[in-house]
C-alpha cells in the first residue's frame, strides 16, 4: 500500500494538523504503509510538487492521496482518496476567520469533501459539524481520534537555565498557537484583574488573526510571553505549571488539553467543540468570559483533593488517545477504498 500525503502543501500557520500528519505519517511506516508526506512550500516548489503527484498517480492509480489539511486536489487525479477536516469552527464562533478567509476556506473544503472518496474526522464533535456545515451524510465520515506521544510528555524534564530566569515561582499556562478561537485576550483580562493568581505564562507563536492577542499580551503586567519554546522547554513548562489553562471556544480535537494530562498538568479547560471528549479529568468550565474564568481558577486551584487527581490520573487518560491505534484506524479506511 502507498499512501501520498500532500496536505501541508496549502498551509503554514497549521498547528496541530501538522502534528498530525507527522506522526500519522511515521506510525503508518512502521505498519509497512510506504508513505511520502509533502512539506508545506511556496510556488514554483508548489506547482512541481502538484505535477510530481499527478504523475504519480498517473503511473500508480492503486496509490491513496491522504490530504491531511482541509484540503483536497487542485488537479484531476486518478484512483482513491480521503480528506481529513479538523473542524469547523465558524459554526460557533464568528471571529474565527476574517470574512474572506472564511469564504476561502469552506469552498476549499466543500471542493475536497466533492473530490475525495472519503472523509476522517478527528472527533465525534468535528464529524457532526461537517456533516451540518456542508450536508455530508453522517455514515460516511469516520471519526479516527488523534494519538499522543504519552512516553515524550511522561518523563520527567527541566526546563532550560535560560528559559527559567523569565519564569515566576508559580505560573499558569497556556501553550498554543495564538489566535483568536484560543479566547486569550478573556484570559489575560482574568488574570490582570485578579491580583490572587498566579500570572500567566503563554508560550507560542502568533498564527492568525493575533493582532488583538498581541496588543493584549503587550498591556498585561501580570503575562510573561515566551513566544515559541522547543519540545523540551513545552513539556518541562507542563510539567512545573501550578495549572494549564486552556479555555478555547472551539477545538477541533485539542492536542494541548491531553498532552498536558500526560505531563502530569492540572487542566482548566472548556466545554466547547471537541474539547468534552479529549479532557477526561480536567476542571471544566462552561462560561467564558473574564470573570468566569477567573472564577474557574480560583476555584480549581483551591482543590486540593482535584489537584491530586488531576496530576495522577491525567497520564492514564491520554493512554487512551494512542497513534498506534490512530493509524490502524486509517489503514482500515485505506483498505476500503482499494476495495
Given amino acids: 500500500m ?71 486536489p487542485l488537479l484531476a487525479t486518478r484512483g482513491p482518496s480521503v480528506v481529513t477536516v479538523h473542524g469547523v469552527a465558524s459554526r460557533w464562533i464568528e471571529t474565527a476567520r476574517r470574512p474572506a478567509q472564511e469564504r476561502t476556506w469552506r469552498g476549499r473544503v466543500a471542493r475536497a469533501i466533492a473530490a475525495t472518496d472519503r472523509i476522517i474526522s478527528v472527533s465525534e464533535s468535528g464529524a457532526r459539524d461537517v456533516a451540518d456545515v456542508f450536508g455530508v451524510e453522517r455514515e460516511n465520515i469516520t471519526v479516527i481520534p488523534h494519538g499522543v506521544d504519552v512516553d515524550r510528555y511522561s518523563v520527567r524534564r527541566e526546563v532550560s537555565p535560560e528559559l527559567a530566569k523569565r519564569l515566576p515561582a508559580e505560573f499558569l ?36 488573526n493575533f493582532d488583538g492577542t498581541m496588543d493584549a499580551i503587550k498591556s498585561s503586567t501580570r503575562v510573561h510571553y515566551l513566544g515559541f519554546v522547543g519540545d523540551e522547554d513545552a513539556v518541562a513548562l507542563m510539567q512545573r505549571c501550578a495549572l494549564f489553562v486552556f479555555p478555547s471556544l472551539y477545538e477541533g480535537f485539542g492536542f494541548p488539553v491531553v498532552e498536558a494530562l500526560a505531563a502530569g498538568a492540572p487542566v482548566l479547560t472548556s466545554d466547547r467543540g471537541s474539547l468534552p471528549e479529549v479532557s477526561g479529568p480536567s476542571y471544566v468550565i462552561h462560561d467564558l468570559d473574564r470573570a468566569a474564568i477567573a472564577a474557574g481558577i480560583r476555584d480549581a486551584l483551591a482543590d486540593d483533593n482535584w489537584l491530586s487527581d488531576c496530576r495522577a490520573g491525567g497520564l492514564e487518560w491520554a ?14 479506511v485505506y483498505e476500503g477504498l482499494l476495495r
Avoid: C
Fill in 173 to 208: 499556562l497556556y501553550l498554543g498557537n495564538i489566535e483568536p478561537r484560543k479566547n486569550l485576550v478573556e484570559l489575560i483580562r482574568a488574570v490582570d484583574g485578579s491580583a490572587d493568581l498566579p500570572p500567566l505564562v503563554i508560550a507560542g507563536r502568533p498564527a492568525w
Fill in 319 to 332: 493512554k487512551r488517545f494512542s497513534w498506534e491505534e490512530s493509524a490502524t484506524r486509517h489503514v482500515s
Fill in 2 to 72: 502507498r499512501v501520498l500525503m500532500p496536505g501541508r502543501i496549502l498551509e503554514r500557520h497549521v498547528g496541530g494538523n501538522s502534528t498530525y500528519t507527522m506522526n500519522l505519517a511515521r506510525e503508518l511506516r512502521s505498519q509497512g504503509v510506504d508513505v511520502q508526506a509533502m512539506p508545506y512550500a511556496r510556488a514554483p516548489a508548489l506547482t512541481a510538487a502538484l505535477e510530481t503527484i499527478t504523475a504519480l498517480r498517473r503511473r500508480e492509480p492503486s496509490t491513496i492521496l491522504h490530504y491531511t489539511a482541509d484540503t483536497g
